[in-house]
Each structure stands twice: as structure tokens, then as C-alpha cells.
T-cell receptor, first 111, second 115 residues
Framework: AQSVTQLDSQVPVFEEAPVELRCNYSSSVSVYLFWYVQYPNQGLQLLLKYLSGSTLVESINGFEAEFNKSQTSFHLRKPSVHISDTAEYFCAVPSGNQFYFGTGTSLTVIP | KAGVTQTPRYLIKTRGQQVTLSCSPISGHRSVSWYQQTPGQGLQFLFEYFSETQRNKGNFPGRFSGRQFSNSRSEMNVSTLELGDSALYLC??????????????FGPGTRLTVT
């Protein structure tokens, strides 16, 4: 079975500073990888995904993630965060007919 | 297209009762998955349905059950509610089957409180 590890449960960062949210997965086969974001009292929204091709994927709101097969990682980065980025972020990997989610990283942007 | 809808959004039940939650997937999506989200356990997979068949089931007791109708709408039922069943229940839909169909679209969830 797949598993996903998010090493940081909480990440506080000042507004306009860069941020990296870490995600590692366990797999010996090709994987698809996803980042989801959850704002308070809402469901999960897809932020970005890696299915194949370029290892660097970007979202429309400035986040990017890089698939690193040798390090089995899919870290999420943003060069300059906004207050509105405060949310819970989940890394996920599908296997079979289900998704395996990490435990989540709570990003808090400090004014 | 309309997104995934879940009803009701909030629910309060007492121990021992049963509850039914409903999920309407995005039009054309044939796969519906259910997840339980709690602060202590995070997101846990309950089950997945595709074309009215349960294809996969998580590690939950038999009190948790589900079904899918011919129009892809899905319901999940929890019988004999326990305090520990208090959680946000999320439904997600996807086209189902084949490359590129892994992307799941989530509904806003149903917040169940058991007292």
C-alpha cells in the first residue's frame, strides 16, 4: 500500500516570505501525486497534480511542486505567501481506487 | 458544471441513533468516494463506489455502509452512532477508471456531531 508523510504539522510564516511544505511518499512504482488545500469549514480543493511529464508543476495561484523520484518527494513551494494562503494542505497519492492522504500541514501566514 | 454537493451540511445526533448522508457527484462522474476527517486521525478512506458497485473499502466497522444509485448519487449510513463518529464526512467524485481519472473533486462535507 502507498503511504504519504508530511513532516511538518504546522508551519507559521510571515506574509511575503517563501514557504516549503514537505511531502514524501513510499512507492517503488510510478506514482501520481497531488496537493490539496482545505480552507476552514470547506472541503478539499485540488491545488496541483503530477501525472507524468515535467517534474515541476504549477498552480494558478503561485504554488509549485517538484516531483523528485530519487528522493521520493513532492514538496510544495511558494516564493511569497499571502494572508489568504492560510489553510490546511494535504499531500495525496492514489493507489487502486482510493487516495492515501498525509496528515496535513497547517500553514499560517502572519501579517 | 455544478460541483459535488452533500446534504445535510450539519447534523446532530445522539448515541445509538443512525444517520444517512447524501452525496451528488459532478455530472458524468461515475466514481464516488467517502472519507472521514477528524483532528486526531486525519483523512481516512471509508469506501469507493463505481457504477453502483463497491470497489474498495477502508478499515471501518460494519456500522458504516454505503450505496450508489444508477444516477451515481451515493449515500452512506452509520448505524448505532458512537461519540467517536463525530467528524467531517467528505464525499469526492471522479470520472472513474483509466489514466487521468484519479483527480478527485470534493464536496463541502457533512459535519456530524454525536452527543
Amino acid at each position: 500500500a502507498q503511504s504519504v508523510t508530511q513532516l511538518d504539522s504546522q508551519v507559521p510564516v510571515f506574509e511575503e516570505a517563501p514557504v516549503e511544505l514537505r511531502c514524501n511518499y513510499s512507492s517503488s512504482v510510478s506514482v501520481y501525486l497531488f496537493w490539496y488545500v482545505q480552507y476552514p469549514n470547506q472541503g478539499l480543493q485540488l491545488l496541483l497534480k503530477y501525472l507524468s511529464g515535467s517534474t515541476l508543476v504549477e498552480s494558478i495561484n503561485g504554488f509549485e511542486a517538484e516531483f523528485n523520484k530519487s528522493q521520493t518527494s513532492f514538496h510544495l513551494r511558494k516564493p511569497s505567501v499571502h494572508i489568504s494562503d492560510t489553510a490546511e494542505y494535504f499531500c495525496a497519492v492514489p493507489s487502486g481506487n482510493q487516495f492515501y492522504f498525509g496528515t496535513g500541514t497547517s500553514l499560517t501566514v502572519i501579517p | 458544471k455544478a460541483g459535488v454537493t452533500q446534504t445535510p451540511r450539519y447534523l446532530i445526533k445522539t448515541r445509538g441513533q443512525q444517520v444517512t448522508l447524501s452525496c451528488s457527484p459532478i455530472s458524468g462522474h461515475r466514481s464516488v468516494s467517502w472519507y472521514q476527517q477528524t483532528p486526531g486521525q486525519g483523512l481516512q478512506f471509508l469506501f469507493e463506489y463505481f457504477s453502483e458497485t463497491q470497489r474498495n473499502k477502508g478499515n471501518f466497522p460494519g456500522r458504516f455502509s454505503g450505496r450508489q444509485f444508477s444516477n451515481s448519487r451515493s449515500e452512506m449510513n452509520v448505524s448505532t452512532l458512537e461519540l467517536g463518529d463525530s467528524a467531517l464526512y467528505l464525499c469526492a467524485s471522479s470520472p472513474g477508471g483509466g489514466y487521468g481519472s484519479y483527480e478527485q473533486y470534493f464536496g463541502p462535507g457533512t459535519r456530524l456531531t454525536v452527543t
